[in-house]
């Protein structure tokens, strides 16, 4: 299976600063997510973004297909924002693999 | 309002104990996933099912079991074999294998005593 790594492991931003999330995936993907796991556990799905750019508010993404490659990116950081950000991609057979993930700490 | 449902939210287990854990989502997905999260690391796949009645091995299979029986339904025994249980379990749905966006449950903290 595909190999999922993320960069950097932890993150604390000041809060209202800027930042970018990166995660390298080993092969080609046709299934590229990005996801926010609050502190008490629960996972959010933020983007599906096998390719191209998306934004959502304060959150946008990147994915170069080509170069194996996803970015997110925080813009004006909130303390709401903290928790573990985690990527996962799927070439082919029905399965998701997850990244090791970025923690994020925004400070007020 | 459909989502996923997993329980009991905690558990406590002796050692050499079977525990099942329960996972039902009402959103019509045909595929269903067993995720462990381990403190401080990613999620790992334990179990999947892309349809009734059918399920496969994921990366750490050893020491668990599944069934499929209904589609709204995925429940995971932690049997006795598994030698390190104590764990954040997670239980995710999509409509369908591919890409498609995965739905998560809130999980469920597994510690052995």
């Known amino acids: 299976g595909i190999q999922v790594e993320q960069s950097p492991p932890d993150l604390i931003l000041q809060e209202g600063a800027n930042s970018t999330l990166r995660c390298n995936f080993s092969?080609?993907?046709?299934?590229l997510q990005w996801f926010h796991q609050n502190p008490w556990g629960q996972l959010i799905n933020l983007f599906y973004?096998?390719?191209g750019t998306k934004q959502n508010g304060r959150l946008s993404a990147t994915t170069v297909a080509t170069e194996r490659y996803s970015l997110l990116y925080i813009s004006s950081s909130q303390t709401t924002d903290s928790g573990v950000y985690f990527c996962?991609?799927?070439?082919?057979?029905?399965?998701?693999?997850f990244g090791g993930g970025t923690r994020v700490l925004v400070k007020p | 309002d459909g989502g996923i449902t997993q329980s009991p939210k905690y558990l406590f287990r002796k050692e050499g104990q079977n525990v099942t854990l329960s996972c039902e989502q009402n959103?019509?997905?045909?595929?269903m996933y067993w995720y462990r999260q381990d403190p401080g690391q990613g999620l790992r796949l334990i179990y999947y099912s892309q349809i009734v009645n059918d399920f496969q091995k994921g990366d750490i299979a050893e020491g668990y079991s599944v069934s499929r029986e209904k589609k709204e339904s995925f429940p995971l025994t932690v049997t006795s074999a598994q030698k390190n249980p104590t764990a954040f379990y997670l239980c995710?749905?999509?409509?369908?294998?591919?890409?498609?966006?995965?739905?998560f449950g809130a999980g469920s903290r597994l510690t052995v005593l």
């Open positions: 995710a749905s999509r409509i369908s294998s591919g890409a498609n966006v995965l739905t």
């Open positions: 959103l019509n997905h045909d595929a």
């Open positions: 996962a991609g799927e070439a082919a057979g029905n399965k998701l693999t």
């Open positions: 092969d080609s993907v046709n299934n």
């Open positions: 973004i096998p390719s």
